[in-house]
């Protein structure tokens, strides 16, 4: 079971570029694919999704080209798009039933993992109420839903956890992290910490390029010794923007503390940290000339 992106390039309009020659091999477990907004993340995610087509490049499913054969894959793909739509006179119960018989389940079988996976997500209690009365954090865990209706081989979520609350969050992030294990989930998203809980390899994507691709603990390992903390003065602070790439600050009675990303330490009062993921992330995305790293 693996996923191979060759090379995928996508031109839209106006000779706009959302994706520019990406290659990545993808085998079973949790890939994150991190960018910023716009970096091209939901582009990549609508050709392997089989939605688009690629205008150059190529992806193929256990060695299939999924634009030239889609349906062995759309057979085993679970899919939940950035913008998830439902049917608001519809109920959660009838929203899944429409969709399981859309993708072939029987009734029995359907009827079952239906249950499961409203226990799942925290909607059986809602499970009749109309969708249209749902809030955000309601239809993203119906969306979520849907796209395990299948028990499908590849799963591809798109930004899912925007308009859960924190324990939805968790939740969720438990879940990808228990289905991870004979299947390839991939998910997209702009948030570090979502990634940083559940995946085993990080692909991370600025304009529609790959930049890096490695497991966490190698993107950490990658920024050691180039992070720092540092108490300045509150006026100081727009000039250390200026002169380095800081990844936060906090406010104390005595000054701020700069988190800066630094090759060499930007002050005489500044000491050596641990990195994060959000640092590594920051530093992998930074354009050149940027701040110095």
């Known amino acids: 079971m693996d996923l191979v992106i060759t090379n995928v390039s996508k031109q839209y309009k106006g000779n706009i570029w959302g994706l520019r020659e990406f290659s990545l091999s993808i085998g079973p477990g949790v890939v994150g694919l991190l960018g910023p907004n716009g970096a091209g993340k939901s582009t990549l995610m609508r050709i392997l999704a089989t939605i688009a087509r690629p205008t150059g490049g190529t992806v193929t499913w256990d060695g299939t080209d999924i634009a030239r054969a889609p349906d062995g894959l759309r057979s085993v793909l679970g899919y939940l798009p950035q913008d998830f739509g439902v049917y608001p006179n519809l109920t959660p119960l009838e929203f899944l039933e429409y969709l399981a018989a859309a993708k072939g389940l029987d009734a029995p079988t359907a009827r079952k993992r239906i249950d499961e996976l409203l226990q799942l997500v925290n ?30 081989r590849l799963l591809i979520v798109d930004e899912p956890t925007a308009g859960l609350d924190p324990e939805e969050r968790v939740r969720f992030r438990n879940l990808l992290s228990d289905l991870s294990g004979e299947r390839i989930v991939i998910l997209s998203t702009h948030i570090v910490s979502d990634v940083e809980a559940v995946a085993t390899d990080i692909a991370i994507i600025v304009r529609g390029r790959l930049v890096r691709h490695a497991a966490p603990e190698d993107l950490l390992r990658a ?36 988190r800066v990303l ?31 790293s």
């Open 123 to 152: 909607l059986f209690e809602a499970r009749h109420q109309r969708l249209g009365g749902f809030s955000g954090g309601m239809r993203q865990r119906v969306g979520i839903a849907q796209a395990l209706l299948n028990d499908p």
């Open 223 to 258: 920024v050691q010794g180039q992070v720092w903390e540092w108490l300045i003065p509150s006026s100081e602070v727009p000039a250390a923007r200026t002169r380095f790439r800081v990844s936060a600050t906090i406010r104390k009675n005595d000054g701020v503390l700069v």
């Open 262 to 292: 630094a090759a060499s330490a930007p002050g005489p009062a500044a000491s050596p940290v641990e990195p994060s993921l959000e640092d590594a992330y920051l530093q992998a995305v930074a354009a050149p000339g940027d701040a110095e």
